[in-house]
């Protein structure tokens, strides 16, 4: 079945030590999005893929960054994971219709920070 | 900025009845798209609903349906005929028309549905 995968599913980091969480798709979709759920609050977008052009969320920290060497795959790194970190990271794809797009997510990868 | 609302963390139904779940969303713009996302626990939100703010009919799937209030800024779900597997996290979401293809959604902090035997 075409989906979004998100590997790890638990990812549990130091403070401080860098952690790379990976989004595929086999959806073939253009663009690829990242969200940041904490505990009890909204999803929030971090950042967005539209095939190659990267367009970063103007309140979304430096020490997160994403690579996406192909359309299948996207990366998000997070440079050095403080305690406010910790959260669930959502993948999302669409395909970019002008009006009313859908986004398919993946499962999640839940950051713990220790 | 725009800005969605859902006032009721938890919610509870017995199975075989109906429950709403309110939204709320704040925005100056004319064109916006409105969601409602299902998201069981360990697994993927997925869409449950869409309206576009251009229409006046209210959208319907299967059990679920929205009651659209453009004026009143408001966007319920009506989930009839609650079955166990409703039970889940809901998210309302609002994604600007305006500005291109990829704009983002904006969500609620979600409605946690609880499904009683």
């Known amino acids: 079945d075409a989906m979004v995968i998100q590997n790890p599913r638990y990812q549990v980091t130091q403070f401080g030590k860098p952690v790379t969480l990976s989004c595929s798709q086999t959806?073939?979709?253009?663009?690829m999005y990242w969200y940041q759920q904490k505990s009890s609050q909204a999803p929030k977008l971090l950042f967005h893929y539209y095939d190659k052009d990267f367009n970063n969320e103007a309140d979304t920290p430096d020490n997160f960054q994403s690579r996406r060497p192909n359309t299948s795959f996207c990366f998000l790194d997070i440079r050095s994971p403080g305690l406010g970190d910790a959260a669930m990271y959502l993948c999302a794809t669409s395909i970019p219709t002008g009006r009313a797009e859908t986004q398919y997510f993946g499962p999640g990868t839940r950051l713990l920070v220790l | 900025a725009q800005t969605v609302t859902q006032s009721q963390p938890e919610m509870s139904v017995q199975e075989a009845e109906t429950v709403t779940l309110s939204c709320t969303y704040d925005?100056?713009?004319?064109?916006?798209?409105l969601f409602w996302y299902k998201q069981p626990p360990s697994r993927q939100m997925i869409l449950v609903i869409r309206q576009e703010a251009y229409k006046q009919q209210n959208a319907t799937e299967n059990r679920f349906s929205v009651n659209f209030q453009k004026a009143a800024k408001s966007f319920s779900l009506k989930i009839s005929d609650s079955q166990l597997g409703d039970a889940a996290m809901y998210f309302c979401?609002?994604?600007?028309?305006?500005?291109?293809?990829?704009?983002?959604?904006?969500f609620g902090t979600g409605t946690l549905l609880a499904v009683q035997p």
């Open positions: 925005t100056s713009e004319s064109d916006y798209y």
């Open positions: 979401a609002y994604r600007s028309g305006y500005g291109g293809a990829t704009n983002k959604l904006i």
């Open positions: 959806l073939n979709h253009n663009v």
